[in-house]
């Protein structure tokens, strides 16, 4: 049990705004939301986490609602290598050391 | 760059046979996770290690399979014997984990691709 919904694909031109959406109504206040990606034949990476304010690194951004029930990952300038599967997880206090990846977002970045 | 490394990236066996993965975590961290990855189960948690010792098998095939970290730079996975429905990407990963409010970060390997014939 994942406890995300992400679409199951999206396609984005190079160059552009990915902006990958992930609900998780069922969230509770002392989770995490993390975002991993996998490029084909890699093992996952890491990209992001946040517990309700908004950040952002060198890779992306990531924007929480105010309630929390859903997120978005933000990719400024997409490029091909950026090609992967996202996955979007919630992680709680005390199963710090789990994460359940569901079927993720399988992004194309098009030329 | 640290990063955790996997060997063998790839192994061919026949059923029967005995398969050993190895890990070697990013130096300084204290977690080890064991994920097995399949077209039909996605990514799936088999065990972790904390200070070398398991917290939890659960998501272990408990009569073939078996984890140890022998040391803090080594962890193995065995398949003993190996089954074809054993043939997926083994991923180890690796953190930083206090037990407290810190949730770390998994750093993953490149993974071992296993094929059971």
């Known amino acids: 049990d994942a406890k995300t919904t992400q679409p199951t694909s999206m396609d984005c031109a190079e160059g552009r705004a990915a902006n990958l959406p992930c609900n998780h109504s069922?969230?509770?206040?002392?989770?995490?939301v993390y975002w991993y990606r996998q490029i084909h034949s890699q093992g996952p990476q890491y990209i992001i986490h946040?517990?309700?304010n908004n950040e952002t690194n060198e890779m992306a951004s990531l924007i929480i609602t105010e309630d929390r029930k859903s997120s978005t990952l933000i990719l400024p300038h997409a490029t091909l290598r950026d090609t992967a599967v996202y996955y979007c997880?919630?992680?709680?206090?005390?199963?710090?050391?789990?994460?359940?990846f569901g079927a993720g977002t399988r992004l194309t970045v098009k030329p | 760059d640290a990063r955790v490394t996997q060997t063998p990236r790839h192994k061919v066996t026949e059923m029967g046979q005995e398969v050993t993965m190895r890990c070697q975590p990013i130096?300084?961290?204290?977690?080890v996770f064991w994920y097995r990855q399949t077209m039909m189960q996605g990514l799936e948690l088999l065990a972790y290690?904390?200070?070398?010792?398991?917290?939890?098998d659960s998501g272990m095939p408990k009569d073939r399979f078996s984890a140890e970290m022998p040391d803090a730079t080594l962890a193995t996975l065995k398949i003993q014997p190996s089954e074809p429905r054993d043939s997926a990407v083994y991923f180890c990963?690796?953190?930083?984990?206090?037990?407290?409010?810190?949730?770390?970060?998994?750093?993953f390997g490149p993974g071992t691709r296993l094929l059971v014939l």
């Open positions: 990963a690796s953190g930083l984990g206090s037990g407290g409010a810190r949730r770390e970060t998994q750093y």
């Open positions: 290690f904390r200070n070398r010792a398991p917290l939890d």
């Open positions: 069922t969230i509770s206040g002392n989770e995490y």
């Open positions: 130096l300084g961290h204290n977690t």
């Open positions: 946040g517990l309700k």
């Open positions: 997880i919630v992680r709680g206090l005390y199963n710090n050391n789990d994460m359940r």
